[in-house]
């Protein structure tokens, strides 16, 4: 039996909710779709993230699962459509942060240049405190350990066990919020 054979009688299984044949098909595929991935985006964690998401989006549907001819190449396209949406948003929210980060503004201060004069005035302090007081707790923590500690946004997401998606929506509202209530 071919390993297209192979694969297809896992699709076939998966879809008839059998967990093991659904384990054996992401056995089988998992090195050949980070390889793929790879020649997309040289983000292998990015990359490892979508193969993992792609199974799990697989498992939510399998039942509405059709059947498919060519198993890998129905992966290697989810893959890469994936892929391409989640380059797409981080390109977009990083243009994002560049813009948050922009100096060039004279009318909005940097977070960095915020925690500085907080050093220095004690009324801008006493705003800052009312200020991160209306955050989230989740948004104080990854402000924290951004701005605080240092951490990149991969490795908030890691710590907090949440995408670096979710991180960066997070950590971009809050310093939308803690501008607005500086101003």
Not at 56 to 73: E, G, M
Request: aromatic letters at 10%; glycine letters at 2%.
């Amino acid at each position: 039996m071919t390993d297209e054979e192979q694969n297809r009688l896992y699709w076939q299984q998966m879809r008839e909710g059998d967990k093991e044949a659904f384990f054996s098909l992401y056995n089988n595929t998992y090195f050949h779709l980070v390889r793929f991935g790879l020649k997309i985006t040289a983000k292998d964690e990015l990359v490892k993230d979508c193969v993992t998401q792609l199974f799990f989006q697989l498992w939510d549907k399998h039942t509405r699962l059709n059947p498919v001819a060519n198993v890998k190449a129905y992966l290697f396209t989810s893959l890469r459509r994936m892929l391409l949406d989640q380059l797409s948003y981080h390109s977009r929210i990083d243009a994002a942060i560049t813009r948050l980060a922009d100096k060039e503004n004279p009318n909005e201060l940097s977070y960095e240049e915020i925690i500085i004069g907080v050093q220095h005035d004690e009324e801008l302090k006493s705003k800052l405190h009312k200020a991160l007081a209306q955050l989230t707790p989740r948004q104080t923590e990854l402000i924290r350990l951004v701005f605080f500690e240092g951490l990149t946004y991969e490795e908030v997401a890691a710590q907090t066990s949440q995408s670096i998606k979710t991180a960066y929506n997070t950590i971009y509202n809050a310093i939308k919020l803690l501008r607005k209530l500086l101003k």
